[in-house]
């Protein structure tokens, strides 16, 4: 073959090669493409088709009856109220949280930070239950005292103000987190300008830091009102028994009253939710981008001396940890300890017999820890490595095709899981095609409802984790001849390992307690220990309740220390707990 020959083939062939490789790629885009299209596009639209057509035909009438109804716009009312009062509590606290640690010379941070996020990871369920129960005369702390409710007592949570309260305290960390990382790009140079010029440490915090972290302050606010909206644990434990409505809860009580039958009606309340958060969180946005002070200069490294503020104020911020943390947790406890609720913690009335009840003979809460541990775990199997495959492609290939996975994996994480859980039995309810099954009502549905569910979750540390990846390794690999399974596999997860460890960790963590969007799913064939809670309560079983929610608490208390340990090993800023 003469040096011409093999100089025109060359070209050829690396024609097919790059042909070759181009279809490798647009085959795994291909099947990322029908995972998230079968998981979250699919089944948000069918919600939308619900809620606007009944038999194929626009049900105009329907939908004016539904939304105009005085129940319905009672609901709406009180989770607007609800959601913007509860935001502005948490803004205040979250805020005022940053600034202490962010700014000040407080000591034993990292500590202070720890218990202050904690409350986050806690399920809402456990949360509003172990509130509940701190009056209850089995407190430790509130019964010598003296202050506990009287029989027959009104309970003050059980209120709309109850509600807000602890909504406000449960979703403070979201913009605490937000605020924090906001601080962390503020110069120094402003800040040392300032001091010299002898502005005292309040001025510098009203004129300067504040307006600069404005952008953060209304992220955090946004995340706080799309928390608060769908938030069911606490609307449910506390509104339900306060009847006090919100689309939250009512979506759920039709469905237990009325079943499939009130599925039109449960998606265009759902999709009434859906409008509110997004409303909510389109004015937040804009409220941050209007007047955004931008800044270039070293990050701030300054941090204000509280001088003889330091133990006032060192002393009321732990304070606050102990009243929001030892109070309810502390009620919890021993309100598990007690043969039947409403009983004092004495030495005569206690007992292990309720946590034994829930580790070995109730078959229902055995089984619900079962199904979630394997649930949760088979979502962090598949999720970080679809994950690591998206983010290849949104990080390193643009395009309008990314652009919209990565939006329709965003949209079913930002909105309420309530709304995903609707959404899943109307796409699910039918018999799949092909093969005639149905998986409504098992376990199934539940784990297609994390899959959507936890995406973004899972992406969001491994998307972090791909600007440490050197490109030009799987450039190299991919004129090599590398296929794009044997780059993910040679060059990219290697370096991404931390970050996928770390979106594994916040994967599970958040699964393996679940609520807002199994409630709607669980079936007597299908339980998850999220919802088990509320179950056992509404059936009259608070010791068990309670003796439930302290082995969730320490559940997630171990795996938030089991992730202090390996702390360093992993990427900054992905483990919110860590200082």
């Known amino acids: 073959m003469s040096d011409r020959t093999i100089e025109q083939e060359r070209p050829e062939r690396a024609f097919r090669l790059s042909r070759l490789k181009l279809s490798g790629e647009m085959r795994l885009i291909i099947c990322l493409a029908l995972f998230v299209g079968l998981l979250s596009i699919a089944p948000l639209g069918r919600l939308v088709y619900a809620a606007f057509f009944t038999d194929g035909s626009l049900d105009l009438e329907r939908i004016s009856h539904i939304l105009g109804g005085r129940r319905v716009l009672q609901a709406t009312g009180n989770t607007i109220w609800i959601s913007l009062s509860s935001t502005l509590l948490a803004s205040v606290i979250g805020t005022l949280a940053a600034l202490l640690v962010g700014m000040t010379d407080m000591k034993a941070r990292t500590a202070w930070v720890f218990g202050f996020v904690l409350p986050l990871m806690i399920p809402p369920q456990v949360t509003a239950l172990a509130w509940v129960q701190s009056f209850s ?25 109850g509600i807000i309260f602890l909504l406000g305290l449960y979703n403070a960390p979201l913009v605490f987190l937000s605020v924090r990382a906001s601080l962390r790009r503020v110069p120094a140079t402003l800040l040392e300008a300032a001091q010299s010029a002898g502005a005292k440490p309040l001025s510098m915090v009203l004129e300067i830091i504040l307006p600069l972290v404005r952008s953060g ?7 706080a009102f799309v928390s608060s909206i769908g938030n069911f644990g606490i609307q449910a434990m506390l509104g339900i028994p306060a009847r006090v409505p919100t689309l939250i809860t009512m979506i759920y009580r039709r469905l237990n009253s009325y079943g499939p039958s009130a599925l039109n009606d449960m998606a265009l309340l759902a999709l009434l939710l859906a409008v509110l958060t997004i409303i909510g969180m389109t004015i937040t ?4 981008r209007k007047g955004d002070q931008r800044v270039d200069g070293a990050s701030i490294t300054l941090r204000l001396s509280l001088g003889r503020w330091h133990w006032p104020i060192t002393t009321l911020a732990w304070s606050y940890l102990a009243a929001i943390l030892i109070l309810p947790l502390s009620s919890l406890v021993g309100s598990a300890l007690v043969r039947g609720y409403g009983q004092p913690l004495t030495l005569d009335t206690l007992t292990f017999e309720n946590f034994d009840n829930a580790l070995f003979r109730h078959e229902g809460i055995r089984e619900a820890f079962a199904t979630s541990f394997m649930l949760t775990g088979l979502t962090v199997f598949i999720l970080i490595p679809v994950s690591i495959a998206l983010g290849y492609f949104l990080a390193w290939r643009t395009g309008l095709l990314s652009r919209l996975l990565h939006l329709a994996s965003e949209l079913a994480y930002a909105l309420p899981g309530i709304i995903i859980g609707v959404a899943m039995i109307l796409f699910f309810l039918r018999p799949l095609p092909l093969i005639h099954v149905s998986i409504y009502g098992t376990i199934w549905v539940i784990f297609a409802a994390y899959l959507s569910n936890y995406l973004a979750l899972a992406l969001r540390p491994i998307l972090g984790g791909f600007a440490q990846v050197d490109r030009s390794l799987n450039e190299a690999a991919q004129i090599a001849g590398a296929g794009i399974l044997s780059r993910l596999r040679d060059i990219v997860l290697p370096v991404l390992a931390p970050s996928a460890a770390a979106a594994a960790i916040l994967v599970f963590m958040t699964a393996i307690n679940e609520i807002q969007t199994s409630v709607l799913l669980v079936s007597s064939r299908a339980q998850t220990i999220g919802p088990m809670i509320i ?6 079983s608070s010791t068990l309740a309670a003796a439930v929610g302290c082995l969730m608490v320490l559940l997630i208390l171990s795996l938030m220390l089991i992730s202090l340990c390996f702390g360093k090993y992993l990427p900054k800023g992905v483990l919110p707990w860590r200082d």
Do not use: D, Q
């Open 285 to 288: 946005g804009w409220l941050g």
């Open 535 to 540: 179950f056992l309560e509404e059936a009259g």
């Open 217 to 223: 302050i209304f992220a955090g606010a946004a995340l």
């Open 137 to 161: 005369p089995a407190s430790p702390l509130l019964a010598p005292l003296g202050l506990t409710l009287e029989p027959g007592m009104r309970h003050p949570l059980y209120s709309s103000g």
